[in-house]
């Protein structure tokens, strides 16, 4: 059953990529909702799951908080290692590439986490079961729009983003797979949830957001940003 639903979060990630390509026209639009969604993603559905999980704290700190801090710093170290040496070649203040497919990595494993958890869950029971699986296909569909608008974001060919975004959208069945061979202990997965957690607010907040007032510091982006998040907080409400 855990597979089954994820190949609805499989159709879902690919309808988000699809949607981010058909509105290149009001890119400053896409990324400001692309930046809500992720800012939600984090803040109201990936942090209070891995506080949840993660288990005993560590010198007073929660572990998934510790691995929140570690991953938004990882992510801040890499894209300044990758700019410093696009800088050496010659490549000046352009975007580095790398970046862009690093991101995409961490929503392709923020999306394996998800079918790991889908799993997990029908492992507890049916009901558990279908609370997760409504908050994964509804949310994969932001995994979808925001690893595809981010792929780009940074210079990289269509091909490479549209290989991302199958990628983030295939995570999903083979976390849920996986769970038919063993399962997963709770704390690991929350953990997990911290790290992807902290370099996509890193990323949302350092990136997408500033680039998408860049050109265009509309009232219309801000309010896309604001409905980016009020949308994962209605998908959290209607999960729960």
Request: proline share 4%; aromatic share 8%; hydrophobic share 55%.
């Amino acid at each position: 059953m855990a597979v089954f639903v994820a190949l609805g979060a499989f159709l879902m990630t690919l309808a988000g990529g699809w949607v981010a390509q058909r509105v290149t026209d009001r890119r400053h639009l896409v990324l400001g909702f692309a930046g809500g969604l992720m800012l939600g993603v984090v803040g109201l559905d990936l942090l209070p799951e891995a506080i949840d999980a993660a288990g005993n704290p560590v010198f007073g700190v929660p572990a998934a908080l510790l691995l929140f801090v570690g991953g938004f710093l990882v992510a801040h170290l890499v894209e300044r290692l990758l700019a410093v040496r696009q800088v050496a070649h010659g490549a000046g203040e352009e975007r580095v590439p790398q970046v862009g497919l690093t991101a995409a990595a961490a929503m392709v494993g923020h999306s394996l986490m998800d079918g790991v958890a889908l799993g997990a869950a029908f492992q507890v029971g049916a009901g558990m079961g279908a609370a997760v699986a409504l908050a994964v296909i509804t949310h994969d569909f932001a995994d979808g729009f925001n690893t595809y608008t981010i792929t780009s974001l940074y210079g990289n060919a269509r091909r490479k983003a549209v290989l991302m975004l199958f990628a983030d959208a295939v995570a999903p069945l083979v976390g849920a797979a996986t769970t038919l061979l063993f399962t997963l202990p709770e704390e690991p997965l929350g953990c997990c949830l911290g790290f992807f957690g902290g370099a996509l607010l890193y990323l949302a907040a350092a990136e997408v957001l500033p680039e998408a007032h860049h050109e265009h510091p509309a009232r219309s982006t801000l309010l896309c940003t604001v409905a980016g998040a009020g949308f994962i907080w209605l998908v959290v409400g209607i999960a729960d």
